[in-house]
């Protein structure tokens, strides 16, 4: 052993750690349901979030169905259409991704990647699943109240959201907001730990800029989520008074069924400054993480260094903070100061920089690597491609003047799918092709993979990219039934036939996908501890699946960065990240 | 939305200074070894549960900050009539600086080991805590009892709103303060107690910021200022 004089410096973890000092689960009780340990309140946050975006997609199906064939299924009424739009869009930004992303990966990978035993604040991280589960309960209760769930659209726009004759003023908008507040509530208490677990729990060695970049992107996608919940929440409690107590923090004076509401002076727009202040960094924070996990997935599978680290870590932290000055290019047409437009315009625009260093690092990677196109390899160039053209699309929308036409078309639709849409999902079924042997011990199977990514990816092509062309046609987004529409050419409802078709196979694949979940459980292929030969921390677990405390009786010594593949004159084809180098093995140390 | 504007730029400032420290210009790939950890450089960081205080009170902080700024945002429309402030709120926030002054004495006789003056600080801190709550639930009635509702006036509203939720920041902090002097209590030794003491006291006296920014803001006397940063961003 190294002989290492560290243990005894304040804020680096001994190498031993005492059994006191490790929290044990004394029943099976608390240690597979009210469990503190990560591994487990991480696999808990994934399939609660998988659930829950399982109905999200039933919604959106829902939605294709109508719009593909407008008029054929009559148990879809306009109100309804609405109130599936904005569940769909609340769950799957909100509910499964933040939650899958940062809950689910983050609790997962953070300790086993800085090479801790578990969060710092096992506790408050079990809390931050229960309230978050509490969330997704009161979510889903407001499918079964008097005049279901809220059908403002997942923004929520007062004063429409609690106005009478929008779906679910009654109840659903009550519980949909404390939802909302009992969410933040619980991603606070787990973020808590994701951040300090980063900032204090690292093993003697991993300094920061050896961190892998998949830690990088949750490390700073937290941060970010820390900070801008706190507008959503706001917002949520406002609205919340002036739904219960008739306040009139947003809400004007207006005339309602001929009848003068109770209401008055409130301002609809401070509520879109508030919830885009939220919003607009929520984009970053399901798109950092993404952006981690898939530069991890394409170095490994390239067997090749990642290119440029430090210009992709300068990114990530430049994106973080820039995302929180580019809120209002949600509101060209509010009717906002055409100044406040020139401004907010520039900052989006530049935020175009860092995000191409990103890409071209990427493509740089692949470039003359060793590619493997194994399936979370191919994921991750999907997802390079699809964030691409997302991206594209995101430029025009960034300009004022070509936003204002293309406003609430379908145009808009298409280009946030693709950015944030599909391209995280991309990344998500990347980490977990790449992950779940990890977490399992055995490989997902290889057939029903291929064809869950090749039906999934074009498929959502065949989704989404027709839809630009519906929304340059001006066809408008939230509609239930378009009609006998003078600028709409039959042509077009044929295209929406189509992509109706698309989405409904989509679905088809994602259930093979969860069947092959969990019938690789049991009978897929044994992976053995490292079955990519990757370098970085989480595959030099002592057992496969990772023991409690992660670590065995000592913790790894890191010596080196995390993407040491086909280093010239080495052994193998990659050096893990605690296995020390040829002097110190020289010397007679070992790991 | 001047107020998070100028509060995110303090956390970036924050965030910025500490990247700094971090050797962010490291070559990783050319660096083999344990040579480097920054934090063996500099001696003895602070312990994980104070960074995590930290961490939380950003984002409390962020949160009042977003309450200011819908506040500010609110308070230009033509139906805001400032509401008079009671004058039960100088007795509060008398009562909230004594609770923070003995909790900082608490923390200072944890330091000397002296057990009989934490037991005493702690009290003393919680219970003025608790008459702060009651002068403002007072204040509330007395509010109520002159007709101005929650929902008469937008200013109302919102001292209804902030008081409520500054409130319930302190409530929080008095549960953490519970736990802390029955773990006094029952260990008579100061020494494991030392910190969540400290925290305590940290809390107290952030909630104190909070409370006298806000106060300034309730009152009227902050209006030039945001005046002033209104104008900045307009």
Known sequence: MVDVPFDTVAGIPPAEVGEVDLYHPKSWWTRYVFSQDAKVIAIQYSITAMSIGMVALVLSWLMRLQLGFPGTFSFIDPNQYLQFITMHGMIMVIYLLTALFLGGFGNYLIPLMVGARDMVFPYVNMLSYWVYLLAVVVLVSTFFVPGGPPGAGWTLYPPQAILSGTPGQDWGIILMLASLILFIIGFTMGGLNYVVTVLQARTRGMTLMRLPLTVWGIFTATVMALLAFPALLVASVMLLLDRLLGTSFFMPTLVEMGQLTKYGGGSPILFQHLFWFFGHPEVYIVALPAFGIISDLISVHARKNIFGYRMMVWAIVAIGALSFVVWAHHMYVSGMHPYFGFFFATTTLIIAIPTAIKVYTWVLTLWRGDIHLTIPMLFALAFIVTFVNGGLTGLFLGNVVVDVPLSDTMFVVAHFHMVMGIAPIMAVFGGIYHWYPKITGRMLNEVLGRFHFWVSFLGAYAIFFPMHYLGLLGMPRRYHDIGETAFVPASAHDLNAFMSVAALIVGFAQLVFLFNLVWSLFKGKEAGGNPWGAASLEWQTPETPPGHGNWGKELPIVYRWAYDYSVPGAAGDFVPQNEPPAGLLAQGAGP | ?234
């Open chain 2, 1 to 234: 939305m001047s107020a998070i504007i100028l509060f995110m730029a303090g956390i970036a400032a924050i965030a910025g200074w500490w990247l700094s420290q971090q050797r962010l210009a490291a070559k990783p790939w050319l660096e083999e070894g344990v040579l480097v950890d920054l934090r063996e450089q500099s001696g003895s960081s602070p312990p994980t549960a104070k960074i995590g205080l930290g961490v939380f009170l950003a984002v409390v902080g962020s949160l009042f900050a977003l309450f200011i700024s819908a506040y500010s945002m609110r308070m230009t429309m033509v139906d805001w009539r400032a509401l008079p402030v009671p004058a039960l709120l100088w007795f509060n926030t008398g009562a909230l600086v004594l609770s923070s002054v003995a909790l900082q004495w608490a923390y200072t006789a944890a330091r000397r080991d002296d057990i009989d003056g934490v037991i005493l600080g702690l009290l003393s801190g919680g219970a003025s805590a608790v008459t702060f709550l009651i002068g403002q639930l007072l204040a509330w009635r007395q509010l109520a009892g002159a007709g101005y509702f929650v929902a008469s006036n937008p200013a109302n509203s919102f001292f209804y709103l902030i008081t409520a939720v500054h409130g319930l920041h302190l409530m929080g902090g008095l549960v953490a303060l519970g736990r802390t002097t029955s773990k006094v209590w029952r260990s008579a030794e100061v020494i494991r107690v030392r910190l969540s003491v400290e925290l305590c006291a940290i809390y107290w006296h952030f909630l104190l910021l909070v409370w006298l920014v806000l106060l300034g803001l309730l009152t009227g006397w902050t209006d030039g200022f945001v005046d002033i940063c209104r104008q900045l961003l307009t």
